[in-house]
């Protein structure tokens, strides 16, 4: 199959060619991209007004299979992640069974498989730090490696135990893999709901203190710094996490990190309007987290942008506050969204949040031939208007889940076409019907 795409305003980071451009795909491939393109035979994709860019790239997704298919499978996350424009999407291990051996590796592999048959993004498995995400024991990385897993994290159980985090820097260090960490101390967070402070305050209810982020962050800092072992640091969110990690950059010490969506658009406040729905680990925080995690952003300290799109039931999130599951979707609003707060409010450019939601997370993964845009590269790409604004409503969801606290909320930026290995797999405004 050939496709022309005409006339899309093509923004790439990496060699920084923007402009007015036609893109031949040709197979899986990029195929030619110049002026005035012809190519007889080639299905034609109309671009005028739309950006063009590679794929984006999730580093933290969560899709519930195996164990949790009532909240969520591989196969619809990854048609959810298809129709926010992902092209690859990396899943964490936090599943029942965990993802700590290669058999269960290879049982994500072949869900993957399946789900890209169907229309879905590429799933890349994330593995366990510590067997059965128990933080006693290291698993077999080198195992897990071949298996195909990309990455290691215990998200959502954080390592506390600081001697099997080191060990585990070296050993996944000598494999290749880098650590994402999901930092929060575990003693001061317990189970409580919301930031500490003055919602907590006001809700009397204990909170979540922003110190219990902020102390792993800098042991993993720290650890990285004594190992020379990468560390990647998860879905950052309080002022002091930015500012650990700027320093440390600047040490020269192998440290990236990501935030979400949900970090630079909402603060603690939002748990009093939305209740279980504004609940997330780490708890949304303060109008000054707010702008330091945007100045983060700017500055180059904060690598990337992730969802960590955390699927839940109905009937879960509809219990109280402080009994309902942590988490919110996102793959289905993170463009839009990210577009809303940070390209619109004219704080960063196109091209330069592309980076952090394409190339930073896919090289901070090493997933090969993922987040850039070259002639004889992969055709993994997406087709948005930048301006087009649209009310999100959770009904329309390809996840199965609705658990977010942008429903409702009125966004800027909207996904056109997903197209990955050269086949649109995804076209706004045409579901259900053969592509
Ligand atoms: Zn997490």
Same mark, same amino acid.
């Given at each position: 199959m050939k496709y022309l795409i005409r006339q899309g305003r093509l923004v790439d980071p990496v060699s920084g060619i923007g402009g007015v451009m036609d893109i031949l795909l040709e197979g899986d491939k990029v195929a030619v991209i110049g002026s005035d393109l012809s190519a007889p035979g080639a299905q034609v994709i109309d671009a005028a007004g739309l950006t063009v860019c590679a794929g984006l790239v999730d580093m933290h997704v969560h899709l519930r299979e195996p164990g949790f298919e009532y909240k969520e499978t591989i196969s619809s996350g990854a048609r959810a992640g298809a129709a926010g424009g992902f092209t690859s999407i990396a899943c964490m291990p936090n599943t029942k069974p965990v993802i700590d051996s290669p058999g269960a590796v290879a049982f994500v592999k072949e869900k993957a498989a399946l789900a890209r048959r169907e229309g879905g993004a590429r799933v890349w498995p994330i593995a366990a730090v510590s067997r059965g995400q128990k933080g006693q024991e290291v698993n077999d990385y080198e195992g897990l490696k071949a298996a195909g897993a990309v990455a290691l994290s215990d998200d959502g159980v954080p390592v506390q135990n600081a001697n099997l985090l080191r060990d585990a820097m070296i050993l996944a260090h000598r494999q290749g893999l880098t650590i994402l960490s999901h930092c929060e101390d575990a003693d001061l967070v317990q189970n409580f709901a919301v930031n500490e402070g003055r919602v907590s305050r006001q809700l009397r209810i204990p909170g979540r203190p922003a110190i219990a982020e902020e102390l792993q962050v800098m042991r993993d800092a720290m650890l990285a710094e004594e190992t020379g072992a990468a560390v990647h640091i998860c879905h950052i969110s309080t002022a002091k996490? &930015?500012?650990? &990690? !700027? !320093?440390? @950059?600047?040490?020269? &010490?192998?440290?990236?990190?990501? $935030?979400?969506?949900?970090?630079? $658009?909402? =603060?603690e406040e939002e748990v009093l309007q939305q209740g279980s729905l504004a609940r997330v680990n780490p708890p949304l925080r303060t109008s000054a987290d707010v702008e330091a995690i945007i100045e983060g952003l700017k500055d180059g300290t904060i690598d990337a942008i992730a969802t960590d799109h955390a699927p839940h039931s109905a009937e879960e @999130?509809?219990?109280? #506050? $402080?009994?309902?599951?942590?988490?919110? &979707?996102? #793959?289905? =609003?993170? #463009?839009?969204? *990210? #577009? *809303?707060a940070l390209y619109h409010t004219g704080e960063m450019s196109l091209s330069d949040i592309l980076r952090k939601m394409t190339l930073n997370p896919a090289c901070i993964l090493r997933l090969p031939g993922a987040g850039r845009l070259s002639v004889g590269g992969e055709a993994d790409l997406v087709l948005f208007d930048p301006d087009e604004e649209w009310t999100v409503d959770p009904e329309q969801f390809r996840s199965q889940a609705r658990n977010t606290p942008f429903g409702g909320r009125t966004l800027k930026g909207r996904v056109k076409y997903t197209i990955i290995g050269g086949e649109v797999i995804y076209r706004y405004g045409e579901e259900g019907t053969a592509l």
């Open positions: 996490s &930015v500012a650990i &990690v !700027r !320093r440390y @950059k600047k040490k020269g &010490v192998q440290i990236t990190c990501e $935030t979400c969506p949900q970090y630079f $658009t909402f =603060t @999130k509809a219990r109280s #506050l $402080t009994e309902a599951p942590s988490g919110m &979707v996102g #793959l289905e =609003t993170a #463009l839009a969204a *990210t #577009l *809303t």
